[in-house]
C-alpha cells in the first residue's frame, strides 16, 4: 500500500509541476507580450529540468526522467516566447 501512496503522490507532483507553466504560456500567448517574465529565472529552470532528465535516465529512474521532461517542454515554451515576444511583439506568429 505504501507504493501505491507514494506513487499517487509521485504523479500528482509531476502533473503540478508539468501544468503549473500552462497559465503562463496561455497569457504569453494571448497578450503576445512576455515582457514581464524573468528571462534569468526560466534560463534557470530549464537549466534544472535538463540536469533532471539527465539524472533521471543516468539513474534509470524513468518517472522521474519522463516528469521532467514534460516540464522541461512547457518551461521551454515560456523561455521561447520570451525570446519571440520580449518587447510585447503584437504580430501573429508567421508574420
Not at 23 to 34: E, G, L, S, T
Amino acid at each position: 500500500m505504501s507504493d501505491l501512496i507514494a506513487n499517487a503522490f509521485g504523479t500528482a507532483a509531476a502533473l503540478c509541476s508539468i501544468a503549473s507553466f500552462a497559465p503562463q504560456i496561455v497569457k504569453i500567448w494571448k497578450a503576445r507580450d512576455a515582457s514581464s517574465v524573468s528571462l534569468k529565472t526560466y534560463s534557470l529552470t530549464v537549466t534544472c529540468f535538463v540536469l533532471w532528465v539527465v539524472y533521471g535516465v543516468l539513474t534509470e529512474a524513468w518517472p522521474v526522467a519522463f516528469a521532467n521532461s514534460a516540464a522541461l517542454v512547457m518551461a521551454a515554451g515560456v523561455l521561447t516566447m520570451k525570446w519571440r515576444f520580449r518587447d510585447g511583439d503584437s504580430e501573429e506568429p508567421g508574420e
